[in-house]
Every structure is written in structure tokens, then in C-alpha cells.
Nanobody, 124 residues
Framework: HVQLVESGGGSAQAGGSLRLSCAPSGTVYRQYCMAWVRQVPGKEREGVARIYTHNAGTSYANSVKGRFTISHDNANNTLYLQMNSLSPEDTAMYYC??????????????????WGEGTQVTVS
């Protein structure tokens, strides 16, 4: 069982930056499709970005392209989301998600088997 722990959320001014981190614990594998997913209360979840840790292939939602960068540090097995040029529309709970199946990184599905508890990002 993979456990995911997010950190780094908080408040930022519009135009500012935040960096989120996500570290797996429990049973740790070396290759995942990992993603950041966000949700605003009353709205559907939105896949923000994905990365396949084996080859660092990435994909982004159109809403964050050019502003957000997903990365993975293989040495410490930690996932990051660098968020720049933040706007109030980025306010949401951000979740780290993972799947051992690389194909999840080729789809826009959000039925990842492993999820963190989320970290709140508020932009004003």
C-alpha cells in the first residue's frame, strides 16, 4: 500500500508562487505515474499535471500550461509542483495521486488508486 503525504500549500498573492511537495511512504516503488489533482468545493476534480517517474514525461492541463511545472526527484522519491503566476482561479485543495500503471500518464482519467489527503492553496 502506497501512502502519499503532501506539503507546501498555503496562501499567496495573485502573481506569486508556491511549491507543493509529495512524498510516498509505506510500500515504495521506483516507477509511478504521479499527478497533481485539484478540487474546488462543488466542482469536479481537475487533473493539473502528470509525470511518469521512469522517463520524466509530463503533461499539463491547459489551464496551467506555462505557469506550473511538475517534477520528480528520483533520489528522494519526491514529487513537486512549482506554481508560478498564481491567480485566484488556482485556489483549490491540491491532491497528490499515484498509480503503478504507466498508462495512467497517457490518459486524462482520475481514478488513481493512491491519494494523499490534500493541501489547501488559496490565492487572493
Amino acid at each position: 500500500h502506497v501512502q502519499l503525504v503532501e506539503s507546501g500549500g498555503g496562501s499567496a498573492q495573485a502573481g506569486g508562487s508556491l511549491r507543493l511537495s509529495c512524498a510516498p511512504s509505506g510500500t515504495v516503488y521506483r516507477q509511478y505515474c504521479m499527478a497533481w489533482v485539484r478540487q474546488v468545493p462543488g466542482k469536479e476534480r481537475e487533473g493539473v499535471a502528470r509525470i511518469y517517474t521512469h522517463n520524466a514525461g509530463t503533461s499539463y492541463a491547459n489551464s496551467v500550461k506555462g505557469r506550473f511545472t511538475i517534477s520528480h526527484d528520483n533520489a528522494n522519491n519526491t514529487l513537486y509542483l512549482q506554481m508560478n503566476s498564481l491567480s485566484p482561479e488556482d485556489t483549490a485543495m491540491y491532491y497528490c495521486a499515484a498509480d503503478l500503471q504507466w498508462a495512467m500518464c497517457l490518459s486524462d482519467k482520475l481514478d488513481f488508486p493512491f491519494w494523499g489527503e490534500g493541501t489547501q492553496v488559496t490565492v487572493s
